[in-house]
């Protein structure tokens, strides 16, 4: 049996979610985002989730650790249920710093069950203005 995970990270702000039959949908508004903290916003707003110093602050928010295993674990009882495919829809705000960044952990994670595709649909859009200024 070939188990494929497909793991779609995007931005609820650009109204252009992604389809799939019965996904895992991951909302990681919650955890911290470059654009909302006037600390780090200079250095990693034009970065994304895929930038080590991007995935590092958004992983050190209380709680991403256990928001990127309860996911896999409940994509792994997917897989010992028999499912071949599995679609993981991970969102943030604007679709490139915290979406991708869970995307791209969950990927790693997962590699191990069989063949995992990742595609970041929103990476590559305008940065949106944030909504916490």
């Not at 990270?9 to 039959?21: A, F, M």
């Not at 991970?90 to 590699?111: D, F, K, M, N, P």
Request: charged share 25%; aromatic share 2%.
């Amino acid at each position: 049996m070939t188990i494929h995970i497909r793991i779609t990270s995007y931005g609820t702000g650009h109204n252009d979610p992604p389809t799939g039959t019965n996904p895992l949908v991951v909302d990681t508004t919650g955890l911290h985002n470059p654009p909302d903290d006037p600390r780090v916003r200079a250095a990693l707003t034009q970065l994304t989730g895929r930038d080590q110093h991007v995935a590092d602050y958004v992983m050190s928010t209380p709680g991403a650790e256990a928001l990127v295993d309860a996911t896999r674990r409940l994509a792994e009882r997917r897989i010992r249920n028999g499912q071949q495919t599995i679609d993981i829809h991970v969102h943030c705000y604007g679709g490139r710093h915290r979406s991708v960044t869970i995307a791209e952990q969950l990927g790693e994670q997962l590699a191990r069950h069989g063949r995992v595709t990742i595609n970041h649909r929103h990476i590559g859009k305008p940065i949106l203005p944030s909504r916490k200024r």
